[in-house]
């Protein structure tokens, strides 16, 4: 079978996609990339639609080994927003018009059931936007309050599907439970977005492939693909930078695997690249999210350091990425961009 044979599979076999993540030549690459941005188009259309991010806290009571969040990394300022700053964030946002608002943070039990539930409540009274909560692994009970408050969507990354490095990234957590923490989150009507890192230290290109999978057996609604970035002051503060090729392909086999999927261009392929996000765009994503934490704490949700935009007014970096985005060719949407699976339209 010759690639493009291959790129137009419906269904691709595990050995399959590890051999298109071995592609190095660099015409192979712009065939998986247009064929990527073909699928693309024909199941999300043109449009790329936005999410804003308001990082409520940093602080957090995990140790992910390769996160500058993580509990230990005692060398972080660590700080909380108001209920009233998220809420006016949110305002802001939405008079952007977009509307998706992401309530992002560490695990910080601080935000206990009632403080999210009332943000959301408060969201919801203001607006008709989209809510989607990316606090980390919490309890079932937290995640169905938080639904019936007026919740609509969870973004939960599995991160690795190996179940061995997974427990050795995150030490007091397994895979199963997360896989399980997403399972329910579907269930009781959470829109589901997980994902993974890439080149962190000690994965292969099979774990990826499984990464990939394990998307597709989840059924997400969106799955993220960024490089893993090293933090200082972290156990993996001198391995090397997950590399900007590498995620783009697994971004494009990605689409090519998931289809009818929301799929960002992440923040850290645009850090580590600087056209990460047109290069996203163009080889399979279909979404943006742009930082609006106000000052001074963007600057201090350092995950990974250089973060693209952190140090920039959030108006004026949302500004420059929409014309960005525009400067492809491509459209903003003006709306929630709920799941695509949602409606049992035929593509597009
Ligand atoms: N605490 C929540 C969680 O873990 O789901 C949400 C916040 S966490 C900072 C969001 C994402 O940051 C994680 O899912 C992880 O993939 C990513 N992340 C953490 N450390 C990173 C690093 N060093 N490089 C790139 N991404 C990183
Ligand atoms: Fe905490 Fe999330 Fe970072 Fe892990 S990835 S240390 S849970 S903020």
């Given amino acids: 079978m010759n690639l493009q044979e291959l790129l137009h599979k419906d269904e691709l076999t595990r050995d399959e996609i590890i051999y298109l993540l071995h592609l190095t030549d660099?015409?192979?690459?712009?065939?998986?990339?247009?064929?990527?941005?073909?699928v693309r188009a024909q199941y999300c259309g043109d449009e790329v639609h936005l999410r804003g991010i308001i990082e409520i806290s940093n602080f957090c009571e995990q140790n992910c080994v390769y996160c500058g969040l993580r509990q230990d990394?005692?060398?972080?300022?660590?700080?909380?927003?108001?209920?009233?700053?998220?809420?006016?964030?949110a305002r802001i946002i939405t008079n952007l018009g977009i509307f998706t608002i992401v309530l992002q943070s560490g695990?910080?039990?601080?935000?206990?059931?009632?403080?999210?539930?009332?943000?959301?409540?408060?969201?919801?009274?203001?607006?008709?936007?989209?809510?989607?909560l990316s606090l980390g692994e919490r309890t079932f009970d937290e995640y169905r309050a938080w639904k019936i408050a007026g919740a609509d969507r969870y973004l939960l990354k599995h991160e690795t599907a190996n179940a061995n490095l997974y427990e050795s990234y995150h030490l007091k957590q397994k895979l199963s439970e997360r896989v399980d923490h997403l399972k329910f989150l579907k269930s009781i009507g959470y829109q589901i977005g997980?994902?993974?890192?890439?080149?962190?230290p000690m994965q292969t290109s099979e774990d990826l492939a499984d990464d990939i999978l394990l998307c597709k057996e989840l059924d997400l609604d969106m799955a993220?693909?960024?490089?893993?970035?090293?933090?200082?002051?972290?156990?993996?503060?001198?391995?090397?930078?997950?590399?900007?090729?590498?995620?783009?392909?697994?971004?494009?086999?990605?689409?090519?695997?998931?289809?009818?999927?929301?799929?960002p261009a992440t923040t850290a392929l645009d850090t580590i690249d600087p056209i990460g996000r047109e290069r996203g765009l163009t080889a399979g994503a279909n979404?943006?999210?742009?930082?609006?934490?106000?000052?001074?704490?963007?600057?201090?949700?350092?995950?990974?350091?250089?973060?693209?935009?952190?140090?920039?007014?959030?108006l004026e970096s949302t500004?420059?990425?929409?014309?960005?985005?525009?400067?492809?060719?491509?459209?903003?949407?003006?709306?929630?961009?709920?799941?695509?699976?949602?409606?049992?339209q035929q593509p597009l």
Avoid at 73 to 89: F, K
Avoid at 194 to 200: A, E, F, R, T, W
Wanted: charged share 25%; no cysteine; net charge neutral.
């Fill in 73 to 89: 990394n005692n060398s972080l300022p660590r700080y909380r927003m108001t209920p009233e700053e998220v809420i006016e964030t």
């Fill in 319 to 344: 500004a420059r990425l929409q014309k960005r985005i525009e400067a492809l060719g491509r459209k903003i949407s003006y709306k929630r961009g709920d799941s695509l699976k949602l409606d049992l």
């Fill in 194 to 200: 997980s994902g993974n890192l890439i080149g962190l």
């Fill in 224 to 263: 993220a693909f960024g490089p893993f970035i090293p933090s200082p002051n972290t156990p993996y503060q001198h391995k090397l930078s997950g590399e900007a090729e590498l995620t783009l392909k697994v971004t494009a086999i990605a689409r090519l695997v998931l289809k009818k999927v929301h799929i």
């Fill in 107 to 132: 695990e910080d039990n601080h935000f206990d059931t009632d403080i999210i539930s009332y943000i959301i409540y408060q969201i919801r009274q203001q607006s008709n936007a989209a809510i989607t």
């Fill in 287 to 314: 979404i943006v999210m742009p930082d609006l934490t106000p000052f001074p704490y963007r600057e201090q949700y350092q995950i990974y350091p250089g973060k693209r935009g952190s140090q920039d007014d959030p």
């Fill in 26 to 38: 660099k015409e192979d690459l712009q065939q998986l990339y247009a064929r990527a941005d073909e």
